[in-house]
Structure formats: C-alpha cells, structure tokens
C-alpha cells in the first residue's frame, strides 16, 4: 500500500494519474504521517460505520479503512476517480460517492449503507465550506454519534469556544445545542500539499454524549440566536430589535423575565441564558 502521507509518493500519484490539485475546492492534502491515524482512532472509537466528507487521495481513508467496518468517502471532484481507484484498491470496505456534499441526502444513505450499524463523520474539510458543512451535519439530526474533523486554527477556536466568552459566536452556539466540542491537537500549515496559508486543528464534536435541550425547539433556539449575533459590536438588545424586528421596549421586557442585563452582548451569554430567550421569545 503507498504511503500517502509521503511526499514524493502523493505527489507521484496525482501525477501518475494527471491530477492537478484545485484551490477552489480546498485540495490541500495532508503529508504528515501523525495526523490520520489520531483522527481514525478517534472517529473509529464511536463507530464502525464512517462518512468521510473528501477523501482527496486517500490518505485519511486508508486509516479508517484499517479500523472501520464500512467506509463511505463523498467526494465532489470525479477527477479523483483514477486516484482513488488506485489508492484504495486493496479495501473491499470503502466505497467512494461521487457527489457534493451539500446536496447529498445523507439521512439516505446512512439507511442504505449503514443499516444497523453506529456511525461517525470523520473528514480533512474543504475550509471554504467548514461551517455550512458542520451546521449541515447537526441540523439533519443523522442520528450519528461523533463529527472528528480538521478545519482552519480560527474556526475550531470558535466552534469549541466556551460560551459567553470572547471568541464565542452564533455557530458556537449552535454546536453547543447539539453537542460537546473539543480540540483535540493544532496541525501547522507545513503538514499539507500544498501548505495552506493558515494553521489547522482537528476537533471533535461528540453528539451521542450531549443530551439536547428538550423544552426548546432548534428553529426557536436559533431565530433568538442569529438574531442575537447579527451585529458585531452591538449591544445584545440593539441585535434583538433589529433581528427579531421587535420594539427595544419588548426586547428590555424580555431581558428582565429572563434576569438578563439590558446592556449585555450576545458573547456574554451563557447556554442556559439563550434558552430561557428563546422560550421567553416564543412565548410572547
Ligand atoms: N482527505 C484528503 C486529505 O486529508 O488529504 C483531502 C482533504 S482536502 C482538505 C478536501 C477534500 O474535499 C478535497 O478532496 C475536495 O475535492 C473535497 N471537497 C470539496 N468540496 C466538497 C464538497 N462540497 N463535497 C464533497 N467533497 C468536497
């Protein structure tokens, strides 16, 4: 089997088979030898079916093929195809699916090719799609157990911020509603073909362990927090009145029930703050 975190032997691959990396689809594949192998430890620790979101040359596929029952890569560039063909030739437990990500229905295919099976997201993202990819992936309630994924340094800050701190945001939120983050280990730029310009982390969204707010619904939850978030620098009840299209009056009359500062912002507030917003609004 070729080592495809090497770089002589990725870069004799995609050649061998015409392939010319695309910036526009973030095709920065990992040559560093330590990465793969940690991720597949721990998606594989969850699961024994996995959906890898991008698979490139295969070098994240190769590891969860050693330790997963059954791999699904999805990948949008059919030029891999003759790649892929090569690289992963010796597994009968991968298949490869053509097709973007974003439109697959995924609820679908974890029913045909993962029945009766636990399943987990494991992925090298493509950065200029991380957080419509990751919000995708909660919001279909899949019903799968863990998202282990590498993304751009900044973005996993934000994704695993703690809440009502500075670095916390409407998507940190939102992770938070369905699941427990973390960052497990950063990943420097050198670790990539070709380097990208920023730095990376992987980190790990654990879904089966969170327990979702029941007296809440999503859609609830997140019309108060978009709104909340939706004008940098300004004070929460500004952002309110503006997102929720609702009289500043009506906005102080919520943040009292709710035992909320009238000068606060949104970064301030914790989990159970944005809750008790969101049941308060709704009731209204
Ligand atoms: N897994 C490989 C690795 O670690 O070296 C490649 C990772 S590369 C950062 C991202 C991969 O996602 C590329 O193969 C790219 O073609 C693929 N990709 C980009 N947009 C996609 C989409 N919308 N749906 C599926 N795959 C996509």
């Keep these: 089997m070729p080592d495809l975190s090497n770089y002589n032997t990725l870069r004799s691959v995609l050649e061998r088979n015409g392939f010319n990396l695309k910036k526009s689809l973030g095709q920065n594949f990992l040559i560093d030898p330590t990465v793969c192998p940690q991720m597949a430890d721990e998606a594989c620790a969850d699961a024994d079916g996995i959906i890898e979101i991008g698979p490139g040359a295969g070098v994240l596929t190769t590891e969860l093929a050693k330790r997963a029952k059954k791999v699904v890569a999805i990948e949008i560039d059919t030029k891999l195809k003759p790649v892929l063909k090569e690289t992963l030739n010796e597994f009968d437990n991968v298949e490869v699916v ?41 919001e279909q309630q899949l019903g799968i157990e863990s998202i282990t994924v590498m993304v751009q340094k900044e973005a996993a800050e934000r994704l695993c911020a703690e809440m009502g701190t500075r670095d916390c945001g409407a998507v940190t939120a939102a992770v938070r509603f369905y699941c427990n983050p973390k960052l497990l280990f950063h990943v420097p730029s050198e670790s990539f073909l070709p380097p990208p310009k920023v730095d990376s982390a992987v980190i790990k969204l654990d879904i089966a362990e969170a327990k979702q707010p029941d007296d809440v619904t999503s859609a609830e939850f997140f019309r108060v927090v978009k709104a909340a978030f939706s004008m940098r620098r300004k004070t929460l009840a500004n952002c309110l009145s503006s997102g929720l299209s609702i009289s500043k009056e009506a906005v102080y009359d919520l943040l009292d029930k709710c035992d909320i500062s009238r000068t606060a912002r949104g970064e301030q507030l914790t989990m159970e703050q944005f809750i008790s917003l969101a049941k308060a609004y709704n009731k209204e």
């Design 98 to 138: 053509f097709n973007d990500v974003m439109k697959i229905d995924l609820n679908e295919l974890i029913k045909e090719k993962f029945s009766g099976m636990k399943v987990a997201v494991c992925a090298n993202l493509p950065y200029y799609i991380t957080s419509p990819i990751i919000m995708t992936l909660l």
